[in-house]
DNA sequence: TTAAAGTTTCAGTAAATTCTGAAACTTTAA
DNA sequence: TTAAAGTTTCAGAATTTACTGAAACTTTAA
């Protein structure tokens, strides 16, 4: 399987950005890859194509069903696995994003949440563990409201992103409606 | 400089989430550390507190100042120079989202970009080109829509916050009422 | 102006992560 | 049942990233 230049370079740009966005290279590689290539590819093809070991293609297969972006398909009479994107580009977006909350933020948020169980022995102490939960009680609410717009339908969510600052404005007309209504 | 057991463990998570989050371990460890600790550090202390090489810490200073996290202070009649974290925790987290959003998402919509610029050779790449135009649409716009609401003050962003998905009612709402208006 | 105190840099070393490839294991058609 | 095709695992090699500590540089008080 030969990539042309563009894709090439899309997937190659993957494997750079990959480490930042929570993966390896060859699984940014693989990824975009998939989701450039319509058809599923087999094991084999994704190794001939990223020219990477037959090993480093299984891993990296694990990595990315661990992660909820890929899945197997077969093809009837043929007994290879073939592997394909899960859903479109927006569910794609929202797996990704829930999967970094779970490996980023949740971990923290259970560390916090033990620390504050108890309190504090001096006034230093008292200082750090009011930090800590301001921290708390910063990242739950960011946790929520991501949580709670990421329950909207696409299309929805697309509306309300649409509005951006906008919200604000319906926002004070709410206020100034709720407050006529009483 | 000794550290309680809780700032302690503190320390050490952040720590561990570090490279998730896009420094690495000690880096991670020092903001901890100021995010804690309400005066002002020396390099000298960073380093005894965390048991780290002088010149680790002088690394590590100049990673937090490209990410703005930090900054210098000065005490009167004394040449060294004290760091500390930059605005109050909202303010770091804005801080920190816009920082990564500028290291993880500009430069993949930067390449999209010059990707589009030119056509499709045959029906493979014109999939491959509609899949980046998709994926340079999406990510337009969650970049667009995070920087207008992180334009908003705290306070204000706070409250579209607390609102969560109640943005829809509001939204359906605002729709009834803009067409009666006409 | 100088020397002592403070600060930064960076070459080399250490540690962590990723990748390869061969061996072990599993499946299925004959 | 078996052997060929397909798949997975994992020990060790390669690569990448982080860290140390000593040397170079800068600042300032005398």
New binding site residues.
């Given amino acids: 399987m030969k990539l042309s230049t563009k894709t090439q370079s899309f997937v190659m740009h993957f494997?750079e950005m990959?480490?930042k966005w929570g993966?390896?290279?060859?699984?940014g590689?693989m990824i975009a890859l998939m989701v450039i290539h319509e058809k599923a590819l087999?094991?084999?093809e994704i190794?001939e194509a990223?020219?990477?070991?037959?090993?480093?293609?299984?891993?990296?297969?694990?990595e990315l069903q661990s992660w909820r972006l890929v899945q197997?398909q077969h093809i009837p009479?043929?007994?290879?696995?073939?592997y394909t994107t899960v859903g479109d580009l927006w569910q794609m977006a929202r797996t990704v994003f829930e999967e970094r909350m779970k490996r980023e933020v949740e971990p923290t948020l259970s560390l916090l949440r033990s620390q504050l169980m108890d309190s504090a022995d001096n006034d230093k102490e008292a200082y750090a563990l009011q930090q800590m939960q301001e921290i708390h009680d910063l990242i739950e609410m960011l946790t929520q409201w991501s949580a709670s717009l990421n329950s909207l339908k696409p299309e929805t969510l697309q509306s309300v992103m649409k509005l951006g600052a906008g919200v604000t404005k319906v926002l004070e007309f709410k206020n100034k409606f709720s407050n006529s209504e009483k």
Wanted: hydrophobic letters at 30%; aromatic letters at 6%; a positive charge.
């Fill in positions: 494997g990959g480490s993966f390896n290279r060859t699984v590689q087999s094991a084999d190794a990223l020219s990477i070991s037959r090993g480093n293609v299984s891993m990296g297969i694990k197997v009479g043929d007994r290879k696995d073939y």
